[in-house]
């Protein structure tokens, strides 16, 4: 089996990700915060799912070492893609917003329904998450709109007017429990199109990045997500 080490094995995804493993990798070692960041040499690849703060920590961690990474992190920014860029020159990195196979499955699916629709639909996109969740939007929100050619708005008020033509608007909802809802409207005149993706149990995601370890271990040094996994 291969072996791994947990960052950020106390929170929510950490433990999970500990339980629903068992028998399927070998947990070596956890991190979490105030631990003593030494990596054991054994380790074949870190699991990340911490906070973007952490990520000094993690750069730690990683420090010395040619372990690779599994990263499923949110909300990160400027200052974490150039993390990424740093740990891929060194070791292989899997990083991916969202370990759902169907999330990446949906941002396909959104990419040929934009190509063939064009300017003709509106783009709107609703996602639903727990109540404890940090980052608005979600990180997997943004990676679907990635490709978008416009400008992306987030929410709308009573200032926002009328809707501005090439623009795609994403929206939030948190509350309750909620693993993860993702709803990609395309507004036509006369009809409309809905694809969308909902997680019914955070386990999902573990079996994603259980799945990524696997594939990442012995990788040559680079930056992969699922497409590479995938396709």
């Known amino acids: 089996m291969t072996k791994v080490a947990i960052f950020g094995s106390e929170g929510r995804m950490g433990r999970l990700f500990t339980r629903e493993s068992s028998g399927k990798l070998e947990i070596?070692?956890?991190?979490?915060?105030?631990?003593?960041?030494k990596l054991n040499s054994s380790v074949e690849v870190v699991i990340d799912f911490s906070q973007a703060s952490a990520w000094n920590d993690l750069d730690t961690l990683l420090s010395g070492t040619e372990a690779a990474l599994v990263s499923g992190t949110t909300g990160t920014g400027v200052d974490e893609s150039s993390y990424l860029e740093k740990w891929s020159s060194e070791r292989p990195v899997f990083y991916s917003s969202n370990m759902s196979i169907g999330i990446y499955v949906l941002g396909n699916l959104m990419r040929i329904a934009t190509d063939m629709l064009g300017d003709s639909f509106d783009h709107e996109l609703v996602e639903f998450h727990h109540r404890n969740k940090k980052d608005s939007p979600s990180g997997t929100a943004l990676s679907l709109?990635?490709?978008?050619?416009?400008?992306?708005?987030?929410?709308?008020?009573?200032?926002?007017?009328?809707?501005?033509?090439?623009?795609?608007?994403?929206?939030?909802?948190?509350?309750?429990?909620?693993?993860?809802?993702?709803?990609?409207?395309?507004?036509?005149?006369?009809?409309?199109?809905?694809?969308?993706?909902?997680?019914?149990?955070?386990?999902?995601?573990?079996?994603?990045?259980?799945?990524?370890?696997?594939?990442?271990?012995?990788?040559?040094?680079?930056?992969?997500?699922?497409?590479?996994?995938?396709?």
């Open 145 to 231: 709109l990635e490709n978008w050619p416009g400008r992306v708005v987030i929410g709308r008020n009573e200032d926002s007017g009328e809707r501005e033509s090439g623009t795609a608007g994403v929206h939030s909802v948190r509350g309750g429990d909620v693993a993860g809802e993702h709803h990609i409207y395309f507004l036509g005149d006369g009809e409309r199109l809905t694809i969308s993706h909902t997680a019914t149990d955070r386990a999902v995601f573990v079996h994603g990045a259980i799945r990524a370890a696997e594939f990442i271990a012995g990788k040559p040094y680079g930056l992969y997500g699922m497409g590479d996994m995938l396709e």
């Open 28 to 37: 070596v070692q956890t991190f979490d915060k105030g631990d003593s960041y």
